[in-house]
């Protein structure tokens, strides 16, 4: 076993390009089920980086170069293998009117953090016309009520009128003149042009990062997720959804083969150029209603798993690589996930017995997880080292695992502990 000071002196006197090249290939190799020359870090900084830089996390937003330098710093800090980031920015949803979204200066104060406001934005009775037009009914109905800037779309006629051609355009263009219909264009392009710049922002970011040896998080592609929680997270909501398995099974099981269509789809359409580039593409799914405790396995073996499992193999045909949040305990689930193929899923998990997690499902998946959040809060060095050394052994015996936190949001995590990990990661991580 390396000397605690080996550990932290591995990486001395490399240059930056040496260091993101190393540690690049360190993460993929974990990612594709190979054994590293040692276990890989990923920091998942989120609002860990306001609290040591002294700012709110209201700054992060709207401060990128303030952000910028405060992750850079936490990234010479703590020196990991990856770094991420989950900053985005809240304009599209100020732009917007977002009903469904909370951010520190913007429905919060300067020092809260993100929340989705979950509401029934889709009503019972609103599964005939999403199962007749989903498209129509999002555009039509969906957006006005969660965006109050563009309630003025309901005033729209049937989008299927747009396949009338010339008789569309004498007898529907009078629409697009409506005051509130020409509100929501406006602030829909001026949603579009600060994602644009907050797009750029990341990459600048990336940029910077990289020119001092780190890498950015190595799974990208398109966001999904299960069509059940699909249909759960902003259309139905958590009670709605779990009234439909009884009262209307039927419509939810139809509807979820309609997301999983469209969903295939998009991801298909947005890994294109990637794959056509010689990189690796990903499709990204936060998973949050078929953990343990939400449904029974009766219910989950009905109505989450056979969709979620048929949606996976479809992009994994299509060449895609799945990268899954298993969020929450997933421990009476994972003979599940043994059934999916080897190594061309990735899963990262929130609170399942991580040990139970390797023996499973370690010659199936890159498993990433391993270190509680709870513990860089309220525990001790000592506590740190000791957990480290024993995920170290047993999750990452053979490779094909990345240790990072349980969960991509740090805050309120101590700087000595967080530094203590990635250092211990070092001292019992060598392969």
Known sequence: MRSIASALTIDHGKT???????????VLDAAQLKQ?????????????????????????????????????????????????SWIGTPDPSRILGDRSTKWPGYGLGP????QFVEAEFMKAEDYDGFLFDPADWGIRVFLPRVFSELEGLSSLPPLGLTTFGYYNLIGNMAAFTNPAVVKAMHA????????????????????RLKAAGF???????????????????????MKGIFLDMHRRPDKLLAAQEKVARFELE?????????????????????????????????????????????????????????FVLYEGVWDTRLEYLAELPKGKTVGWFQSSDIFKVKEVLGDTMCILGG??????IGGTVEQ??????????????SGGFIMTTGTGEMEGCKPELVKAWVDATKEFGLY
């Open 266 to 322: 998009h991801a298909v359409a947005c890994s294109r150029p990637m794959l056509a580039a010689g990189q690796i593409a990903c499709a990204i799914f936060p998973l949050h209603r078929g953990s343990d405790g939400f449904m029974s396995l009766q219910q989950f073996e009905r109505f989450y798993w056979p969709q979620l499992k048929s949606l996976f193999l479809k992009l994994i045909d299509h060449g895609i690589t799945v």
């Open 384 to 397: 740190v080292r000791e957990h480290t050394k024993k995920v170290c052994q047993i999750v990452g015996k």
């Open 215 to 237: 890498p950015g998080f190595p799974f990208i592609g398109s966001v999904l997720e299960a069509p059940f929680d699909y249909m759960s997270d902003t259309l139905r909501g």
């Open 36 to 84: 590293p020359d040692r276990i890989p870090t990923m920091l998942t900084s989120g609002y860990l980086i306001a609290e040591m830089a002294g700012i709110t996390r209201q700054d992060l937003y709207e401060n990128p170069e303030r952000a910028q330098a405060a992750l850079l710093n936490a990234a010479r800090e703590f020196q990991p293998d990856c770094v991420v």
């Open 111 to 114: 020092n809260g953090s993100f």
């Open 16 to 26: 930056p390009e040496h260091l993101f090249a190393e540690r690049s290939k360190r």
């Open 371 to 376: 270190m509680p959040v709870s513990m860089l």
């Open 188 to 207: 829909i392009a001026k949603a579009g042009q600060s994602t644009a710049e907050s797009s750029a922002q990341t990459l600048a970011t990336a940029e």
